[in-house]
């Protein structure tokens, strides 16, 4: 909230001296910044609000991310100079409020203003590279190497993961038998996207048939008998709100109690 | 004379502005326009009270797969339960006859479901409650109820009630129903191992676990598997995760606690403690939405 007071006002140096003078007084006073702005371009100056309200609940859950990954670096790299921890720790700090902001900014609307960059933003990647980068520059060679193996092996973890989540939902609607569980646990782990489980997620029924919108058909009819293809059914293509969707992941957050701050990092 | 005609101005102009700002909003629209809004408050009013009314046919129509075609989703259930009966002869090598005997089964197990669910719909058919007084709220929180059973039913795909799967033990061979057997343990696993690795993926997010401290949480929860009823947890639809990480978390608070602190630090305990409250908490919850069976051993035919 404290930024809200630094927010201009637009207009606020036009206009005749009784408009001026109006403008800059409310503009002094934080919980009147967005009601001045928003004699000027209410839709921005309520987008705007709204952004910053979601950043700081997304800062919140973000750190939990950071939390855990911190964590793994600490077991992963052993001791580090003070000095070090406390780069790194920072580094990490500061991609949770950038991916903080970039996750509301395009809940309301997008992208942030002025970035031309229309990828979804993934605030696990950008606290990850963020880490990354910074532990390269601080810790040697064969520890960032050590870390990066136990970040590559989690992330074929989750994958697995994801890929089991997939096949079991098929499973309540097919029964499938236990050979077709990894006959199209195979298929689908070599042509895995994230996108998959994100769109899985938005399966819904239709005149009685389960939809799954972005699965892959030739990872799994080709493992089904004709009755379970009959049921199948097609599985229509995601749309790009479902592939840019991370709330999935997000409101997963939600459930992970923080244990707080490790000095360790900080102090 | 001029200076005090000046300062009443000022206090007049002053007071009428004070009562403009003070106004209230509704206060300004009145005369002619009276009608308008009283209309149009009678309408708003009129579309409350609808609203808190509710036709129970149609409610119940919609809980249907096949959107309150009750042939459509009769037929969809059947389909359901064939596909049981080929799984089994995929896995056992079915002769005909034995075939034509779980398809009976299957049927029979169609029909008294939607007997039942038949039964539910004429205790409801052309009813309507009123959700604004006490009696209306308590027939709407029994019709959920009777809802909520009728989505389990039309779900579950068997169950220790079915016929189709009190029959398969008798209508098998010893060697067939070896191979079921053995069939319906890697269903299990693989189930099971869907939720072990759900969890675990928050778990890993959560403390920042290596990967040995991964596999050795891991291999406590599979060497310790629960029985999880799908249907169950599939009635929330799409998103299920949320229920998959509680039912891991309820498993986590069944092992031995000094066998799992001893596998991770301090600091990553205080975070994987409060997981194993939240399983302890949930643990009522799951059973009592059957999520979680809690029985010996079941027969050949379990899911």
Redo the contacts between chains.
């Keep these: 909230m404290t930024s809200m007071s630094m927010t201009p006002v637009r207009g606020m140096h036009r206009g005749p001296v009784w408009r001026r003078a109006i403008l800059c007084a409310m503009a002094a006073l934080p919980a009147f910044a967005i009601r001045a702005a928003d004699l000027e371009d209410p839709a921005a100056a309520q987008r705007q609000q709204q952004i910053k309200l979601q950043a700081q609940h997304f800062e919140q859950l973000f750190t939990?991310?950071l939390?855990?990954?911190?964590?793994?670096?600490?077991?992963?790299c052993g001791d580090l100079p003070r000095e070090s921890r406390r780069k790194i720790s920072q580094a990490g700090v500061e991609a949770v409020k950038q991916a903080a902001l970039e996750s509301a900014a395009q809940q309301f609307g997008g992208r942030l203003a002025g970035d031309g960059d229309q990828r979804p933003a993934n605030p696990a990647a950008v606290i990850l590279e963020a880490l990354d980068k910074s532990l390269a520059e601080q810790v040697p060679g064969e520890r960032v190497a050590a870390y990066r193996e136990?970040v590559a092996?989690?992330n074929d973890?989750?994958k697995?993961?994801m890929i089991?989540?997939v096949?079991?939902?098929l499973?309540?609607?097919?029964?499938?038998?236990?050979t077709q569980?990894d006959e199209i646990e195979r298929s689908l782990s070599a042509a895995w996207e994230d996108r998959i489980f994100i769109a899985?997620?938005?399966?819904?029924?239709i005149?009685?048939?389960r939809v799954f919108p972005g699965l892959l058909q030739e990872c799994v009819r080709p493992h089904l008998?004709e009755?379970?293809r009959?049921?199948l059914g097609p599985s229509g293509a995601p749309n790009d709100g479902q592939i840019q969707n991370w709330s999935?992941q997000i409101?997963?957050?939600n459930?992970?109690?923080?244990?707080g701050r490790?000095p360790w990092w900080f102090e | 004379m001029t200076d005090m005609t000046g300062k009443r101005n000022v206090t007049t102009s002053f007071l009428l502005l004070l009562m403009l700002l003070t106004m209230p909003a509704e206060g300004m629209l009145r005369g002619a326009d009276d009608t308008v809004v009283d209309a149009a408050a009678a309408r708003k009013s009129d579309q409350g009270q609808q609203q808190q009314r509710i036709v129970l046919d149609q409610q119940m129509n919609g809980i249907f797969l096949g959107g309150g075609d009750i042939a459509q989703s009769r037929q969809q259930f059947l389909d359901r339960r064939l596909l049981q009966v080929a799984a089994l002869a995929d896995v056992c090598g079915l002769m005909e006859a034995q075939r034509r005997k779980f398809e009976t089964a299957a049927r029979l197990d169609t029909a008294r479901t939607f007997d039942g669910i038949e039964a539910v719909r004429q205790k409801y058919a052309g009813r309507t409650v009123d959700l604004q007084n006490p009696a209306g709220q308590a027939e709407w929180q029994r019709f959920q109820q009777d809802a909520m059973a009728v989505r389990t039913r039309l779900q579950e795909t068997g169950g220790p009630e079915s016929l189709l799967e009190k029959v398969i033990a008798q209508i098998l061979d010893d060697g067939q129903r070896a191979d079921w057997r053995r069939e319906v343990e890697l269903r299990r696993r693989h189930q099971w191992q869907n939720v072990v690795d759900t969890g675990m993926s928050q778990f890993d997010t959560a403390l920042g676990l290596t990967t040995a401290q991964h596999e050795a949480v891991e291999k406590l929860l599979m060497d310790k598997p629960l029985r999880v009823n799908d249907a169950k947890v599939r009635l929330h639809g799409g998103h299920v995760t949320p229920y998959i990480c509680n039912i891991c978390k309820y498993a986590l608070s069944k092992l031995d606690q000094q066998q799992l602190k001893a596998l991770v630090n301090d600091r990553q305990w205080k975070t994987l403690g409060t997981f194993v409250e939240q399983g302890r908490a949930f643990a009522a919850h799951l059973k009592q939405q059957k999520m979680i069976v809690e029985e010996g051993p079941a027969g050949a035919g379990d899911r």
């Design positions: 939990k991310l939390s855990g990954e911190l964590e793994l670096i600490r077991s992963v136990q092996q989690r973890r989750q697995r993961a089991r989540q096949v079991a939902t499973d309540a609607e097919l029964f499938l038998t236990s569980w899985i997620g938005s399966t819904h029924m005149n009685g048939r008998t009755p379970q009959q049921q999935l409101n997963q957050l459930n992970i109690q923080d244990a490790d």
